[in-house]
């Protein structure tokens, strides 16, 4: 399956379903409008200045703050970047190197944004963002500030996204045509016989094989490692002594990674809906495979509990009913106009609104439709996971993903061999363990060498790191949340009772206090924290 974290990037998702219009809002917080008084004392922002002023302000901190780590990077971090008007928001672009080995070599540039400080008086620095995927775009996100973010950081923080190396305006990968890409998509999840077997290794080798021969030598080089790296450089420009940064999902593994890389550069960093760095490819598809199987679960109990459940009288039932349909759409397509809805990109449009408990009734909706044999709703879903719009792709997401993801770990079994591992993944999930199984062959057709190894995270020498995990996450289980903390020295884990992918700015006083007392005032709790429903 494509890891990635769905942060929508819109205020409003409509959706025309059997002549009925549903108007849902999509962000990545809750009904309360953003900025709202929670309890605790972050938000009325009546502390005092935790921080000194920033880096930019004192020219000593400044040269400190643009010291490279070798000599021969010094010229990408003392360079100046040139903030433009971009809408209401300022946009520049800063170079680093395509190559870390070679930095007298060719250069990329990465786009970023910035969100200016609502109480300049009071700011604190620079925050840097992520989204997660990997093939998030920060600049969308960043975009998406007033629904991502309390008011209160908002005031006191320069919000800046960027565009990871490969993705989006940052040097954008390309691996497939946007008619690959929907082959690709609607292509069989669960091949059963020779023919279809063969077809997911041919999509698996064209998608490596596209990569190289679209991009040239940046598929070899969109590595985490590098993204880590380019970070840096982004802390330097911005004339920050250290790095302040909130990822989710994917963009955990990214802060955690700079954390190791660069301790004593890491200051207050976030990290909601965590991953779990050290899982290979094959334990992080199992992982989400029983993610994925525990939020449909907690989906369909409470369509049951509701009364009158649609997909059937109990849980196995409605799970039944889930997996007869998948089978439906293998079988045979559901037309809607001149596209049709397959089982491959059906199971997108189902995991979709698992991410988040507010868009149940989207899933409601589409898949009430669809057993009346209207897909439309549920195209329209795996539409916005997937980011296509009219005939083609809003952006490189979806290759962004396959292209970092094999970068980082290429192992990967033959479309051969997926049928030895059917069993774990079944018992894992029922439901979706056989689309998750098959998702062993992706890696299979890299076609540059894998990123080199290092050994596991630690950050140690880094302040104490937030990690975040909510309890019924799909994307991201809660267990990897723990691993990640403990594999972090130091690390505060911060656990969200609850539905849905990430913690923070969800709906949850305790842990919204505690994120922002962390990025305020710098207080980090004395011990693990768990925040219930």
């Not at 077997?197 to 985490?224: N, P």
């Not at 302040?244 to 890389?261: R, V």
């Not at 209207?374 to 296509?388: K, N, Q």
Request: a negative charge; hydrophobic letters at 40%.
């Amino acid at each position: 399956m494509k890891r990635v974290v769905v942060l929508v990037m819109v205020a409003a998702l409509v959706l025309a379903a059997a002549g009925t219009t549903i108007a849902v809002l999509l962000s990545a917080g809750t009904d309360e409008p953003s900025g709202t008084m929670r309890r605790g004392g972050a938000t009325d922002g009546s502390e005092p200045d935790p921080q000194p002023a920033p880096s930019s302000d004192v020219p000593e901190r400044k040269a400190e703050a643009r010291k490279a780590p070798v000599a021969g990077l010094q010229t990408y971090y003392d360079q100046t970047i040139s903030w433009e008007a971009c809408g209401r928001n300022q946009c520049a672009w800063v170079e680093v190197p395509l190559d870390y080995a070679k930095p007298q070599g060719e250069r990329i540039k990465l786009r970023m944004i910035k969100i200016a400080a609502g109480e300049p008086s009071r700011r604190i620095g620079s925050m840097v963002i992520n989204p997660g995927g990997p093939g998030g775009s920060g600049v969308e996100y960043a975009k998406q500030a007033d629904y991502a973010f309390g008011k209160v950081v908002r005031d006191r923080y320069d919000i800046v996204g960027f565009d990871p190396r490969g993705v989006g305006a940052s040097a954008p990968i390309d691996c497939l045509t946007d008619a690959e890409l929907d082959a690709w998509y609607a292509k069989d999840p669960t091949p059963d016989t020779p023919a279809e077997v063969a077809e997911a290794q041919r999509w698996s080798d064209r998608f490596g094989a596209g990569c190289v021969e679209h991009s040239g030598a940046l598929a070899a080089h969109v590595s985490t490692v590098e993204a880590a790296r380019d970070l840096d450089v982004i802390r330097a420009v911005l004339d920050e002594s250290t790095l302040t940064y909130f990822g989710a999902s994917y963009g955990t593994k990214l802060g955690a990674t700079y954390a190791d890389l660069f301790p004593k550069r890491s200051g207050r960093l976030v990290l909601d809906g965590a991953v779990d760095v050290s899982l290979t490819a094959r334990e992080a598809s199992l992982g989400q495979a029983g993610g994925f199987e525990i939020a449909l679960r907690a989906y369909v109990d409470n369509c049951v509990k509701a009364g009158s459940c649609f997909l059937g009288a109990d849980r196995e039932a409605a799970l039944d009913r889930i997996t007869a349909l998948l089978a439906e759409l293998e079988a045979e397509p559901i037309k809607v106009g001149d596209r049709e809805l397959t089982a491959g990109n059906a199971f997108y449009g189902i995991a979709l609104p698992l991410y988040n408990r507010d868009y149940w009734v989207l899933l409601d909706e589409a898949l009430r439709d669809v057993l009346d044999g209207d897909g439309a709703a549920l195209l329209t879903l795996f539409d916005y996971y997937a980011a296509r719009e009219g005939d083609g792709y809003a952006d490189n997401s979806s290759e962004a993903i396959w292209a970092i993801n094999c970068l980082d770990d290429s192992s990967s079994i033959p479309a051969r061999k997926v049928k030895k591992a059917l069993p774990e993944f079944e018992k894992a999930s029922p439901t979706f363990g056989d689309i998750f199984a098959w998702d062993l062959v992706s890696c299979h057709g890299l076609a540059v060498p894998e990123a080199a190894k290092r050994p596991p995270l630690t950050a140690a020498g880094a302040q104490p790191l937030l990690v975040i995990g909510t309890t019924r996450d799909p994307a991201t289980p809660y267990a990897w949340a723990q691993a990640l903390a403990k594999q972090l020295d130091p690390a505060i884990l911060v656990t969200r009772d609850g539905d849905g992918h990430t913690g923070y700015n969800m709906g949850n006083d305790c842990v919204d206090d505690v994120v922002e007392n962390y990025l305020i005032g710098g207080t980090v709790p004395s011990a693990d924290v768990t925040c219930p429903a």
